[in-house]
């Protein structure tokens, strides 16, 4: 069996290497259009967040607050994959167990504010975009309960530094990494996205949907281009975003693989949240 799960991904990558050849234009056009994406969309909301999350962290400035409410608060702004890279560093310094920091990934997973609303305000009016994401986070604090646990309050201080000066520049260079690593992904699914596109021909929803399940960006941004009905496309956007793109969950199953934290609770807290979050929308629009 393992030896035709070799062979099988030797002609995959074969096949790949052919398709990039005859469609070599395609890679140069994905390159460009996830770079100008990524520094239009996603460099100027991530950025200054990353940073100011590894500084309220280094500075232990949410000491007065329960373990699991400051990696809840601090998820909430950065986003994901910060999250889950606070939720590894709590691990690997003794503040959160195992068992917890295998219940936080299933409902730590905030997509950016500013990210979100920069995004969405090219489909939806203010009204919207807010109850979007509202629901978003609310739907976080739903799962939270089917996940509930107790956490120990107790924070290690003996690693943290006082001195801003020092923090900043490597929260900076946290920063960068971490962005540099999100434009990796977002490539690499941009070039796998314009190959299928190129080669299979979908429907403008369908193709909404496909590039939404591979990166979350580019299914946001070409989701005002669909000529659909407004309460269908708010439920696209929100079924998108809830998921979070392979392109998330790649970025997630490399920040855990130096660690024993479960996968499948994250995994699992996405499809409570496409559930969750679109049957508490629908509520909402219906009864509003």
């Known amino acids: 069996m393992?030896?035709?799960?070799?062979i099988f991904t030797i002609i995959l990558f074969f096949l790949l290497i052919i398709?990039?050849?005859?469609?070599?234009?395609?890679?140069?056009?994905?390159?460009?259009?996830?770079?100008?994406?990524?520094i239009k969309?996603?460099?100027?909301?991530?950025?200054?967040?990353?940073?100011?999350?590894?500084?309220?962290?280094?500075?232990?400035?949410?000491?007065f607050l329960k373990i699991n409410h400051?990696?809840?608060?601090?998820?909430?702004?950065?986003?994901?994959?910060?999250?889950?890279f606070i939720i590894k560093e709590m691990l690997n310094k003794g503040n959160i167990t195992l068992e917890n920091a295998n219940r936080l990934m299933s409902y730590t997973y905030f997509s950016n504010p500013l990210f979100l609303y920069n995004i969405l305000s090219l489909s939806f009016n203010n009204y919207i975009t807010f109850k979007i994401i509202i629901i978003h986070y609310l739907t976080n604090y739903i799962i939270s309960l089917i996940f509930h646990n107790k956490y120990s309050n107790k924070i290690n201080n003996t690693s943290k530094q006082n001195n801003l000066l020092l923090i900043l520049p490597k929260a900076i260079n946290k920063s960068i990494n971490t962005l540099f690593m999100i434009l990796g992904t977002i490539t690499f699914y941009m070039i796998i996205t314009n190959l299928f596109m190129k080669i299979i021909n979908l429907n403008p929803l369908g193709e909404v949907l496909f590039k939404g399940l591979l990166e979350i960006t580019q299914g946001l941004n070409i989701l005002s281009k669909l000529n659909i009905q407004s309460l269908i496309k708010e439920i696209t956007a929100l079924a998108i975003?809830?998921?979070?793109?392979?392109?998330?969950?790649?970025?997630?199953?490399?920040?855990?693989s130096d660690t024993n934290i479960n996968y499948?609770?994250?995994?699992?807290?996405?499809?409570?949240?496409?559930?969750?979050?679109?049957?508490?929308?629908?509520?909402?629009?219906?009864?509003?």
């Not at 393992?2 to 070799?6: Q, R, S």
């Not at 950025?47 to 232990?60: G, S, V």
């Not at 994250?266 to 509520?283: A, D, N, P, Q």
């Open 19 to 38: 398709i990039l050849f005859k469609y070599n234009y395609i890679l140069n056009k994905s390159v460009i259009e996830a770079f100008l994406l990524w």
């Open 2 to 6: 393992n030896n035709l799960k070799k």
């Open 264 to 288: 499948y609770y994250f995994f699992i807290g996405r499809i409570l949240h496409i559930l969750i979050s679109t049957l508490t929308y629908l509520f909402i629009t219906i009864i509003i």
């Open 41 to 63: 969309k996603v460099f100027p909301s991530l950025f200054i967040m990353f940073i100011l999350n590894d500084i309220i962290i280094e500075l232990n400035l949410l000491s």
């Open 70 to 84: 400051q990696i809840i608060l601090l998820s909430l702004f950065s986003g994901t994959p910060t999250a889950t």
């Open 241 to 256: 975003i809830s998921f979070g793109g392979l392109s998330i969950h790649t970025q997630v199953l490399s920040i855990i």
